[in-house]
C-alpha cells in the first residue's frame, strides 16, 4: 500500500518504479490528500476497535492524552502522512533480503492476480493508513512508557475476561497466537518494571512462536518460507552470547540473537511472506512495515522483537473486533507467496553464511547488493 500510496496504479509499475530507484537516493512521495482528509475520525475510529475507547470515553486518561497528542500531530503538521510514507520506504531499501524478495516476486509472480485487487485495496486504503499510523503511534508509546504499555495490557486482559473466551472473537489460529505473545509481553512487562531481567528471556520462547508459524507454513505447502524460518528458530537469543536478553537503564528490552541487523532483515521479510498467504494480509502486511517496528537501524537491532511484539498484542486485539467481513476480503496470490518464500530460503543461506563467518571462521562476508526488477 505504500506503493499505492506513491504511485497509485498499476501496482506492477509502482513496484517497478520504487526498486529501480538509486540505492541511495531519498524516496518523496505524494500522498493524494484524498486519502486521509478524514483521518483523525478513521483513528478515532481505530481505538474504539483497539479496546481503548467504548461508548461511556476513553478506558484511561492516557489513552485520551495519546489520541490528542496523534491527531494535534497530524492537524499541525500538513506533510505528516508524506513523510510516514517516506520513513516506510526508507527503511525498507534498505532491507537487502526484503529487496531480494520483492524483485523475485515481480519477476516470477502472477502480477494480474495483484492488478485484480486494485478495487479493493482502493476502498480501504484510507482504513489501512489510519490502522498504521495509530498502530505505530500505540508501539512507540509502549516502548518508550511502561505506564502505557500496562494501561494497555490491563484493558485487553479486562476485556478478554468479559467477553469469556478468544476462540469465539479470533479462531483457534489466532488464539495460539496470542496466549504465546501474551506471556513474553508480560514478562517483559514486569522486567521493565522491577528494574531486573531474567537472563534467559525469549531464549526458549522466542522460537517456539516462530515454529508456530512454520508449522502453518508447511501445512499449506509454503516449504520455502518454512525452511526460512527454522534457521531464524535454529538462531535463537542468546546462542553465541552469555545472555539472550538485556535490560537498559531506561527499561528498553534489547533480545540478543545471532547478526542483530541480518536476524531483523530476514525475519521481517520471512513474516511478510507468511502472512501474505492470509486472507486478511493487508491488514497485517501494513503494520509489519510501520517506522517504529522497521526503522531498527535508527535506534537498535536488538528492540526489534520486543517493539513487534507489542505491535504483533496491539493487531490482535484490532483483529478481534473487525467485522467479519472486512477480516477475508482480499483472496492470497498463491505464486506471490511461494516466490517469496524461495528467495527468502535463499536469504537465509546467505544469513547462514554470515553466521558461520562471524561466529567461527570470522572472514569478512559482504551483504549482496539488491536485485532491481527487470535489471
Not at 516449504?223 to 538485556?246: C, I, M, R
Not at 539488491?370 to 535489471?375: D, E, F, K, L, Q
Given at each position: 500500500?505504500?506503493?499505492?500510496?506513491?504511485?497509485?496504479?498499476?501496482?506492477?509499475?509502482?513496484?517497478?518504479?520504487?526498486?529501480?530507484?538509486?540505492?541511495?537516493?531519498?524516496?518523496?512521495?505524494?500522498?493524494?490528500?484524498?486519502?486521509?482528509?478524514?483521518?483523525?475520525?478513521?483513528?478515532?475510529?481505530?481505538?474504539?476497535?483497539?479496546?481503548?475507547?467504548?461508548?461511556?470515553?476513553?478506558?484511561?486518561?492516557?489513552?485520551?492524552?495519546?489520541?490528542?497528542?496523534?491527531?494535534?500531530?497530524?492537524?499541525?503538521?500538513?506533510?505528516?502522512?508524506?513523510?510516514?510514507?517516506?520513513?516506510?520506504?526508507?527503511?525498507?531499501?534498505?532491507?537487502?533480503?526484503?529487496?531480494?524478495?520483492?524483485?523475485?516476486?515481480?519477476?516470477?509472480?502472477?502480477?494480474?492476480?495483484?492488478?485484480?485487487?486494485?478495487?479493493?485495496?482502493?476502498?480501504?486504503?484510507?482504513?489501512?493508513?489510519?490502522?498504521?499510523?495509530?498502530?505505530?503511534?500505540?508501539?512507540?508509546?509502549?516502548?518508550?512508557?511502561?505506564?502505557?504499555?500496562?494501561?494497555?495490557?490491563?484493558?485487553?486482559?479486562?476485556?478478554?475476561?468479559?467477553?469469556?473466551?478468544?476462540?469465539?472473537?479470533?479462531?483457534?489460529?489466532?488464539?495460539?497466537?496470542?496466549?504465546?505473545?501474551?506471556?513474553?509481553?508480560?514478562?517483559?512487562?514486569?522486567?521493565?518494571?522491577?528494574?531486573?531481567?531474567?537472563?534467559?528471556?525469549?531464549?526458549?520462547?522466542?522460537?517456539?512462536?516462530?515454529?508456530?508459524?512454520?508449522?502453518?507454513?508447511?501445512?499449506?505447502?509454503?516449504?520455502?518460507?518454512?525452511?526460512?524460518?527454522?534457521?531464524?528458530?535454529?538462531n535463537h537469543p542468546g546462542k553465541y552470547s552469555d545472555a539472550?536478553?538485556?535490560?537498559?537503564?531506561?527499561?528498553?528490552?534489547?533480545?540478543?540473537?545471532?547478526?542483530?541487523?541480518?536476524?531483523?532483515?530476514?525475519?521481517?521479510?520471512?513474516?511478510?511472506?507468511?502472512?501474505?498467504?492470509?486472507?486478511?494480509?493487508?491488514?497485517?502486511?501494513?503494520?509489519?512495515?510501520?517506522?517504529?517496528?522497521?526503522?531498527?537501524?535508527?535506534?537498535?537491532?536488538?528492540?526489534?522483537?520486543?517493539?513487534?511484539?507489542?505491535?504483533?498484542?496491539?493487531?490482535?486485539?484490532?483483529?478481534?473486533?473487525?467485522?467479519?467481513?472486512?477480516?477475508?476480503?482480499?483472496?492470497?496470490?498463491?505464486?506471490?507467496?511461494?516466490?517469496?518464500?524461495?528467495?527468502?530460503?535463499?536469504?537465509?543461506?546467505?544469513?547462514?553464511?554470515?553466521?558461520?563467518?562471524?561466529?567461527?571462521?570470522?572472514?569478512?562476508?559482504?551483504?549482496?547488493?539488491?536485485?532491481?526488477?527487470?535489471?
Amino acid at each position: 500500500w505504500v506503493t499505492w500510496l506513491r504511485e497509485p496504479a498499476p501496482c506492477q509499475q509502482g513496484f517497478s518504479s520504487w526498486l529501480s530507484h538509486s540505492g541511495n537516493q531519498e524516496i518523496k512521495c505524494k500522498a493524494d490528500p484524498e486519502l486521509y482528509g478524514d483521518l483523525p475520525e478513521r483513528i478515532s475510529n481505530t481505538l474504539y476497535k483497539l479496546g481503548l475507547k467504548d461508548d461511556s470515553g476513553y478506558r484511561s486518561q492516557l489513552f485520551q492524552d495519546f489520541e490528542n497528542n496523534l491527531i494535534s500531530e497530524i492537524r499541525t503538521d500538513e506533510f505528516y502522512v508524506n513523510s510516514f510514507v517516506d520513513k516506510i520506504a526508507h527503511n525498507m531499501k534498505k532491507n537487502n533480503y526484503f529487496l531480494h524478495a520483492i524483485a523475485g516476486v515481480m519477476q516470477h509472480s502472477d502480477l494480474d492476480a495483484i492488478n485484480e485487487h486494485e478495487e479493493y485495496i482502493a476502498q480501504n486504503m484510507s482504513d489501512w493508513l489510519a490502522l498504521a499510523i495509530t498502530v505505530d503511534a500505540l508501539t512507540e508509546a509502549q516502548a518508550k512508557d511502561i505506564d502505557f504499555l500496562e494501561a494497555c495490557m490491563n484493558t485487553w486482559d479486562d476485556d478478554r475476561r468479559q467477553q469469556g473466551g478468544l476462540l469465539r472473537s479470533l479462531g483457534f489460529s489466532a488464539t495460539v497466537k496470542l496466549l504465546s505473545v501474551d506471556k513474553p509481553v508480560k514478562d517483559g512487562m514486569r522486567y521493565r518494571r522491577n528494574g531486573q531481567l531474567d537472563r534467559s528471556f525469549t531464549r526458549n520462547m522466542l522460537p517456539f512462536n516462530i515454529i508456530e508459524a512454520v508449522i502453518y507454513d508447511i501445512a499449506q505447502g509454503n516449504f520455502d518460507n518454512a525452511a526460512a524460518g527454522l534457521v531464524l528458530a535454529k538462531n535463537h537469543p542468546g546462542k553465541y552470547s552469555d545472555a539472550s536478553a538485556e535490560l537498559l537503564s531506561d527499561s528498553t528490552v534489547k533480545i540478543k540473537v545471532p547478526c542483530p541487523e541480518h536476524w531483523a532483515d530476514l525475519y521481517n521479510t520471512w513474516n511478510m511472506a507468511f502472512v501474505s498467504d492470509f486472507n486478511s494480509m493487508p491488514y497485517f502486511t501494513s503494520i509489519l512495515i510501520v517506522p517504529s517496528v522497521s526503522g531498527y537501524r535508527e535506534w537498535s537491532c536488538e528492540e526489534y522483537m520486543a517493539r513487534r511484539a507489542y505491535l504483533l498484542r496491539s493487531m490482535l486485539k484490532y483483529f478481534s473486533n473487525l467485522d467479519e467481513s472486512k477480516r477475508s476480503h482480499a483472496s492470497p496470490v498463491a505464486s506471490i507467496t511461494r516466490q517469496w518464500g524461495r528467495v527468502n530460503k535463499a536469504s537465509a543461506r546467505h544469513y547462514e553464511s554470515l553466521i558461520y563467518r562471524t561466529y567461527h571462521d570470522r572472514n569478512e562476508v559482504r551483504v549482496p547488493p539488491p536485485v532491481i526488477a527487470g535489471s
